[in-house]
């Protein structure tokens, strides 16, 4: 059986919208709405075939050549949000996780940066930490519109530049404390030594970000091994609108080229502490 013919069902058949960017505002309502209501139907029919759920409808598992695991499920959700990101917004790129990057992307007007599912591993194992990450990133390599729907966790977060950060509609803001307390950071890969500092629970990277929006960790920093753009970018966004500062290592502002990062870490805390926890990286 083919899987991928499980996303027809569900596809959305909208109208095509304007693509003027305002000055004042990233995308229009209906376009927002429009990208809402393809999030959610695309992280609910990953939910309908993840394992931890009541439907748990049948997908395949293969292995990239990278090593890492991509299911049957990552595939159609791919090409449902490829569909109708490219139909409705056709001056715009793609650069996604499931795609070869396309030689003319430089050219757009602006790049859709995709990972289908993120935390693929998690989606397998029946883990509640795996979800669509979408973000929009302008030919400066700014991020100005960002969605990230997390559908076990019931949580929908999303920001546009300079209007703030929200989950399920409520508007996040970063705690700012004045010291770094004990166990206030999400270490992910090493790089800080003192360990009382460091929050004892092993997360993915978009869930150590959760963590972070939600306030449940002070700061974060991650050490780039594996990681690429789409799996931080629209998290930098996030980060930003609710108020925190996200650097790498040297404290430079994260920017986006569709190519391979190369930063050694990312580093994020309300601006408070952010010099205070650049210091403690290695």
């Known amino acids: 059986m083919d899987h991928r013919q499980d996303i027809h069902s569900v596809k959305f058949r909208f109208y095509s919208i304007s693509l003027s960017m305002s000055q004042n505002r990233v995308l229009s309502s209906s376009e927002r709405e429009f990208l809402f209501k393809l999030v959610r139907q695309a992280g609910d029919f990953a939910l ?16 990239k050549s990278d090593g890492s695991p991509v299911t049957s499920v990552d595939i159609a959700v791919n090409e449902m949000l490829q569909g109708e990101l490219t139909q409705c917004f056709p001056r715009y790129g793609l650069y996604s996780e499931e795609l070869p990057i396309s030689e003319d992307i430089s050219e757009a007007e602006a790049v859709w940066v995709l990972d289908p599912i993120d935390g693929t591993q998690n989606f397998i194992d029946g ?17 100005v519109f960002a969605i990230a729907y997390f559908p076990a966790l019931e949580m929908f977060f999303w920001a546009a530049k300079g209007e703030g950060a929200f989950c ?79 650097t790498d290592e040297s404290g430079a502002e994260v920017v986006f080229h569709f190519a391979p990062l190369h930063i050694r870490y990312l580093v994020a805390a309300h601006h408070s502490i952010h010099s205070d926890l650049l210091a403690l990286l290695e």
């Open 48 to 63: 309908s075939h993840w394992p931890g759920g009541e439907e748990r409808r049948p997908f395949h598992v293969k292995v």
């Open 127 to 143: 883990n509640r930490e795996f979800g669509v990450l979408l973000g929009l990133v302008v030919p400066s390599g700014e991020v």
């Open 168 to 246: 399920n509609e409520k508007r996040l803001k970063i705690t700012s404390p004045k010291t770094l307390e004990p166990g206030s950071i999400y270490v992910r890969n090493g790089g800080i030594e003192k360990a009382e500092l460091i929050y004892e629970k092993e997360l993915g990277t978009a869930h150590g970000f959760y963590f972070l929006l939600t306030g449940e960790v002070d700061a974060l920093t991650i050490r780039i091994t594996q990681h690429q753009e789409w799996d931080i970018c629209p998290l930098v966004l996030l980060v930003k609108e609710s108020g925190a500062l996200i």
